[in-house]
Nanobody
Framework: QVQLVESGGGLVQAGDSLRLSCAAS????????MGWFRQAPGKEREFVAA????????YVADSVKGRFTISRENAKNTIYLQMNSLKPEDTAVYYC????????????????WGQGTQVTVSS
């Protein structure tokens, strides 16, 4: 099994930056792609960003392109989401996810999920 723990969320003002981290533990050798999803109150969960096992492929949702960057540090079994120029509409619970392949990385068919971290952006 794989456990994922997110950190780095918080309350910030519009225009500020935050960096989320997601640390994986357990059978980390089975992890290939990892990603970030978010869910705002009353809305469905949506894709934010994903990265392949080697970091050679990354995907970012159009809504955050140019502001959010995903990166991966395999030596630490950790991925990051650097979020700049935050907007109130970025307010959501952010979830880390992982799966044992590098296909369909933008869909939510991930096998492992973290508990989520709250990001609140005030105007």
């Amino acid at each position: 099994q794989v456990q994922l723990v997110e950190s780095g969320g918080g309350l910030v003002q519009a225009g500020d930056s935050l960096r989320l981290s997601c640390a994986a533990s357990g059978q980390t050798y089975i992890i290939y792609s990892m990603g970030w999803f978010r869910q705002a109150p009353g809305k469905e969960r949506e894709f934010v960003a994903a990265v392949s096992r080697t970091g050679g492929r990354t995907y970012v949702a159009d809504s955050v392109k140019g502001r959010f960057t995903i990166s991966r540090e395999n030596a630490k079994n950790t991925i990051y989401l650097q979020m700049n120029s935050l907007k109130p509409e970025d307010t959501a619970v952010y979830y880390c996810a992982a799966k044992p392949n590098n296909v369909y990385m933008r869909t939510d068919n991930y096998n492992y999920w973290g508990q989520g971290t709250q990001v609140t952006v005030s105007s």
